[in-house]
């Protein structure tokens, strides 16, 4: 069994700062890209940004500049340092991973929980 667990959202003031951590753990072979999506009341789930392997990075252009995806491959774990926070911002923010459980096995993506972020005065 794979888990990803999220930490570090919370409420910010607008131009504030967050950093996000997930970690993976249980039965995990490899981990292939690794990624945080967001999703607003009332909108749809979108990519922030994501990692390779070989931590080629890729963003959202609405948080290029801002936002800066990490990750630690030793602890299974990908952050995300959010900068400059906007009230646009505010969403839940999932971690996810492409990884297998075991060698010789597909690609299979997994979801953490969520954290919430909300960007006020």
């Known amino acids: 069994q794979v888990q990803l667990v999220e930490s570090g959202g919370g409420l910010v003031q607008p131009g504030g700062s967050l950093r996000l951590s997930c970690a993976a753990s249980?039965?995990?072979?490899?981990?292939?890209?690794m990624g945080w999506y967001r999703q607003a009341p009332g909108k749809q789930r979108e990519l922030v940004a994501n990692?390779?392997?070989?931590?080629?990075?890729n963003y959202a252009d609405s948080v290029k500049g801002r936002f800066t995806i990490s990750r630690d491959d030793a602890q299974n774990t990908v952050y995300l340092q959010m900068d400059t926070l906007e009230p646009g911002d505010t969403a839940v923010y999932l971690c996810?991973?492409?990884?297998?459980?075991?060698?010789?096995?597909?690609?299979?993506?997994?979801w953490g929980q969520g954290t919430q972020v909300t960007v006020s005065s």
């Open positions: 990692i390779n392997p070989v931590y080629k990075t």
């Open positions: 996810n991973a492409d990884l297998q459980t075991a060698a010789f096995t597909p690609l299979r993506d997994y």
């Open positions: 249980g039965s995990i072979f490899s981990i292939n890209v």
